[in-house]
């Protein structure tokens, strides 16, 4: 009989009306929810049969939420500095946990925050995942999650960082008197006196000092020798300029040569590299307490340029230097750039590059599964995750000190809370409207 199907679609009307106005209660509730993505309902048609010959038999109607993962919320300005947002597609890698049992999942929510053990971790609970940074800034992307790590800056607090790179700005007095039958290693030996020499103090991987001196004199026009010395008590070995390791004796008493090289100027008093790209090569030292030292690039300036060694008519000064590596103090704060590099700021000022953040893409980012905590996981329906540096293969890309809002239109949603609710009242009256007719049914009978 087609009053009992038209019944049923009622009935059906009800459910799926009830069904779209929870998506709207979800939506409205999370509407300051960080990085929170809508939901809409989707309504079908339910078909009994296909004909539309004889009695027609209703269906009704079922409503499927369909999450509106993909769609960009706004991006609004924060003042935490471990705040993040992505601009464009792609989710931030977290975990349940800080241990490696804790279950991946990915989100949009940045809104990280240092807990008391040093990880950063959402309002949710999920801790940020990156690819730990070497001395040098690089770091290994297998695609996996195997590489990454819990983002945790505190860890820092009291290590020690080997100097891996000297960069130095001085000037050489252009008016000072050349030395003739200069040879290399005669400031070593202290045949020649240096005209200009400055110490700077490097460091190992146990944080212990170590002194480099610079060593200057003049041999001609436009043209100087330097040496670079340290004390052979505490050096064991380095290369030479050809690669090939020089023991030093530590029996020696002056300070051992450790590199050489002419230095020439341009007549502005610039330096003249002449086809080479830097003054000096790494410094590759072992030092005598046996603890690990990098190679130590140094920076004395471009060819052409002001920028590092110069030669002008006034006395010889260093004017400044950079030396990284060092004990680290205590951190301070946390900061995340643009590119998604998470440095830790210590005390004294300084600052290390720790981390990568990395990106987690979808081919259908709204396939994912939600769970609690505003996040996902991966499902048959979304694909396999690629993992990537942001703004990569199609990634978004990451802004510092941003939040995303939530993707949800509020007056959208109220509107369509009164479609949902009159259509609720329509199919409620459907059902009573088939009631009356039944009731006549009924009283046939009598």
């Known amino acids: 009989m087609s009053l009992y199907s038209a019944l049923y679609a009622g009935v059906s009307g009800l459910s799926a009306q009830s069904s779209a106005m929870a998506t709207v209660a979800d939506n409205i509730t999370n509407v300051n929810t960080i990085g929170y993505k809508g939901v809409s309902a989707q309504f079908e048609t339910l078909v009994t049969g296909g004909s539309l010959t004889g009695n027609y038999s209703a269906g009704g109607v079922s409503a499927t939420p369909k999450a509106l993962i993909s769609k960009q919320g706004l991006l609004q300005a924060s003042s935490s500095l471990t705040d993040i947002g992505i601009d464009g597609a792609g989710f931030f890698v977290v975990r349940t946990s800080a241990g490696a049992d804790g279950a991946t999942a990915y989100t949009r929510a940045g809104s990280f925050t240092t807990d008391s053990s040093g990880y950063l971790r959402n309002t949710a609970g999920y801790y940020l995942m990156g690819w730990p940074l070497d001395a040098q800034g690089k770091y290994v992307n297998n695609g996996s999650e195997s590489a990454m790590q819990p983002i945790r800056p505190n860890a820092l607090t009291g290590a020690a960082t080997p100097t891996t790179a000297i960069q130095l700005r001085a000037n050489l007095d252009a008016t000072a008197e050349p030395v003739t039958g200069y040879t290399a290693g005669d400031m070593a030996s202290g045949d020649v006196t240096p005209q200009f020499a400055r110490s700077v103090e490097v460091y190992d991987a146990q944080g212990s000092a170590h002194t480099l001196t610079f060593n200057f004199v003049k041999t001609g026009a436009n043209t100087w020798q330097a040496e670079i010395t340290g004390d052979p008590a505490d050096i064991t070995s380095f290369n ?44 590759q030292v072992a030092w005598s307490n046996q603890a690990q030292a990098e190679p130590i690039t140094l ?43 998470v440095s830790a700021v210590f005390d004294d000022g300084t600052s290390r590059a720790i981390y990568q953040l990395p990106l987690a893409t979808f081919q259908n980012p709204d396939g994912l599964t939600r769970i609690s905590g505003n996040a996902y996981l991966v499902s048959e329906q979304s694909g396999n995750v690629a993992i990537n540096e942001p703004g990569t293969v199609g990634g978004g890309k990451i802004s510092a000190s941003m939040l995303e809002a939530s993707n949800v239109d509020l007056a959208a949603e109220f509107s369509n809370m009164i479609l949902f609710q009159r259509a609720y009242s329509a199919s409620s009256k459907i059902i009573t409207t088939v009631d009356d007719m039944l009731q006549e049914v009924s009283n046939l009978k009598r």
């Open 299 to 341: 920076d004395l300036g471009a060819s052409g340029q002001f920028n590092g060694l110069t030669q002008f008519g006034s006395s010889s000064a260093l004017l400044s230097s950079t030396i990284d590596g060092g004990m680290l103090g205590t951190v301070a704060s946390v900061k995340i750039s643009d590119t998604g590099v």
């Open 240 to 283: 030479d300029a050809s690669g090939n390791a020089v023991t030093v004796d530590p029996a020696a008493t002056k300070p051992v040569m450790i590199a050489s090289k002419t230095v020439s100027f341009k007549p502005d008093g610039s330096l003249d590299l002449g086809t080479d790209t830097s003054l000096f090569g790494d410094l």
